[in-house]
């Protein structure tokens, strides 16, 4: 499963907004995307459309909302921006952000190197992936 | 396909259809039967405890959402069905429950005796049992101090294992086959019998005497399919639907024309036993990822405010979920993850006619459930008498869905019920989990108000039945695997009946 660019670089924006420990570490983010990546691929493609549709007006209501590109964004701002539109009326925009928000934790708290920061052991079974 | 006509074919290999399975097939039953399962076949030695690769054991990782985006249901899409990712909670259905479907419904065959004989060899062949008091995690013994520092009645809850390791990873498959689930018990039992099981195999549509079916391929690290990947059309006597709630009715509906069946109740009637997983920090380390999740319960505010508690405990990124929040806030609380005591809040819904499965204009799954008002009321109360347990058992924060602030401290207990309110609690924010849809397709005396028969055949069809959760006229109030398989049990006591006939 392939993406633009964009997807990807506006993604990893929302994802800093949500956890901070991405920000400027691109070691951490690149982990983070191949195990969003991963997700994504196990989702029906009418939930994965819905998702880059989402990433798209997010990007696209920065110009209304802060009359700049959602990538000139300042963390500050960007974080401004996000809960806002967390707190919108309109469900599709807050309810996706929220389905966002979930998989973005998945992704991240399923980084081994993660687990330490949190006191989490991991799996007992050592195996591969599937 | 060499063979493509059965006497029976169940769709769905989960507690319904594996257990439907599992009767039918019998010593001297001679019945040749086939499992259509829509999930991969993965067994114990495929699942691996790591949250990224085992949410691919859920249909849509974990979380088919609502329309209105207010409840996230996670259901399995594997052989074994929600067998697979249960944690073997084992509740017989309350009296009071089979009172109602009973006289409401004329499930008269219900009685106390046939429950109780079906139950007990049941839960003999699944080695239900309570877990020595002495095995409790940390989790378990918090949840029974604060309760009784509260006096607050605690039961003890019984579970399907045997030889448990007490790994922690219940709901990301078992890697040891100690749970006693359908995959572990029925699966191999009625594969030994011969009894044919297709994977990886969606069910688009049924007709009298045949099912419509397409292959997908294996994903990888799971069994390979034994047939040709693309469509196929399988023809049996009789038609088991056991693709649990959020398929059997979609499979109904999107089958009507061909079917010449047209009744309004199908898909309705959903109930989900809405859920929400909270957790407070206690003072020490406490581990709570190891050890058996679940050991005691609540019901005593089951009839006075609609709701259960259970213990539970949850892997990193559904912790990092179920906690409000994000940003520094939230990294913060998760630095806290070993210091986590947990609480289940299951809510009683009722059946509602505007609650149903649905289907798009392509026939997928569409889940229509409204929260209601009751159950809005019973999430606050339960929110709250989970706050005071979590404090009495000793936590220091509480990180509350529906309350004005994160966290909330010990000193907020004598004014819970401004900080935990119905005015903070935002779905769209916060949504509710279920981990048990029922209904869709529920049983009852007349088509004006039910989808099927007693018996469990689909009213206006000649050999269509249906064997999951969704013959349930209303929810069953507990963890519903139990009352799956005792209708399970009946609907294969009267297949069997009419193959002999």
Not at chain 2, 20 to 25: F, G, M, Q, R, T
Not at chain 2, 93 to 100: A, I, K, M, T, Y
Not at chain 2, 225 to 250: C, D, F, K, V
Not at chain 2, 271 to 296: D, E, Q, S, V
Request: charged fraction near 20%; aromatic fraction near 8%.
């Amino acid at each position: 499963m392939s993406f633009s660019k964009a997807f990807k670089r506006n993604t990893l924006l929302v994802a800093g907004v949500i956890v901070p420990d991405l920000r400027d570490n691109e070691a951490l983010s690149e982990a983070f995307w191949e195990n969003f990546v991963k997700l994504l691929s196990g989702l029906p493609p009418e939930s994965v459309g819905k998702l880059q549709l989402l990433i798209k007006v997010v990007s696209l209501l920065s110009w209304i909302y802060n009359l700049k590109p959602f990538t000139a964004l300042n963390a500050r701002v960007r974080q401004m921006y996000i809960d806002r539109l967390f707190s919108l009326p309109v469900s599709k925009i807050a309810g996706g952000l929220t389905g966002l928000r979930s998989l973005i934790f998945i992704s991240f708290y399923g980084i081994p190197t993660v687990w330490e920061s949190i006191n989490y052991e991991g799996p007992i079974v050592n195996r591969t992936g599937s | 396909m060499r063979d493509t006509s059965y006497d029976i074919i169940i769709v769905g290999s989960g507690v319904g259809g594996g257990t439907v399975a599992d009767y039918l097939s019998r010593a001297g039953s001679g019945l040749r039967i086939a499992i259509i399962e829509s999930g991969p076949f993965r067994k114990k030695e495929h699942f691996n405890q790591r949250e990224i690769d085992m949410t691919a054991l859920y249909y849509n990782r974990g979380a088919v959402l609502s329309e209105n985006m207010e409840i996230g249901v996670a259901a399995a899409n594997t052989v074994g069905g929600s067998s697979a990712v249960y944690t073997g909670v084992s509740f017989r259905p309350p009296e009071s429950v089979l009172n109602r479907w009973r006289r409401e419904f004329g499930m008269e065959f219900l009685t106390a005796e046939y429950v109780n004989r079906s139950l007990d060899e049941i839960e003999e062949d699944l080695n239900v049992h309570e877990l020595p008091e002495r095995e409790d995690n940390e989790n378990n013994r918090l949840f029974r101090k604060g309760a009784d520092a509260l006096g607050i009645p605690v039961k003890r809850l019984k579970i399907n294992t045997k030889g448990c390791l007490k790994q922690g990873f219940c709901n990301l498959g078992c890697t040891s086959g100690a749970k006693q689930g359908t995959l572990e018990v029925q699966i191999p039992r009625v594969l030994k019998r011969g009894v044919t099981l297709i994977y990886n195999a969606v069910v688009r549509t049924v007709e009298e005497n045949a099912v419509n079916l397409v292959v997908r391929k294996a994903p990888e690290n799971t069994i390979p399919n034994e047939i040709e990947e693309g469509g196929h059309r399988l023809y049996a006597r009789y038609i088991i639907l056991a693709a649990g709630t959020l398929n059997t009715p979609a499979i109904l509906l999107r089958s009507a024309k061909k079917l010449h069946v047209s009744n309004p109740n199908t898909g309705r009637y959903l109930t989900l036993h809405p859920a929400f997983n909270i957790n407070g920090i206690y003072t020490k380390t406490i581990t709570n990822y190891r050890g058996f999740p679940k050991t005691w319960y609540i019901d005593a505010f089951s009839d006075s405010d609609g709701f259960y508690l259970e213990t539970s405990f949850y892997f990193p990124g559904v912790t990092a979920k179920n906690n409000p929040g994000y940003g520094s806030m939230h990294r913060d609380i998760m630095r806290c993850y070993s210091k986590m005591m947990s609480i289940l809040i299951l809510i009683h819904d009722e059946a509602e006619y505007g609650n149903r499965i649905a289907t798009d204009r392509r026939g997928n799954t569409v889940i229509d459930y409204t929260v209601s008002d009751s159950v809005r009321k019973s999430m606050i109360r339960a929110l709250q008498e989970s706050t005071k347990i979590l404090f009495a058992a000793g936590c220091e924060k509480a990180l509350i869905p529906g309350s004005d602030k994160t966290p909330v401290l010990p000193e907020d207990v004598p004014d819970i019920h401004l900080h935990i309110a119905e005015q903070y609690l935002n779905l769209t924010r916060t949504p509710l989990s279920s981990a048990h849809p029922q209904g869709g397709a529920r049983m009852g005396t007349t088509p004006k108000h039910a989808v099927t028969d007693i018996s469990g055949k689909v009213f206006g069809t000649q050999s269509i039945y249906v064997s999951d959760a969704s013959l349930f006229p209303g929810s069953v109030k507990v963890n519903p695997y139990e009352t799956v398989m005792l209708l399970a049990k009946w609907v294969a006591e009267n297949v069997l009946e009419a193959c002999l006939h």
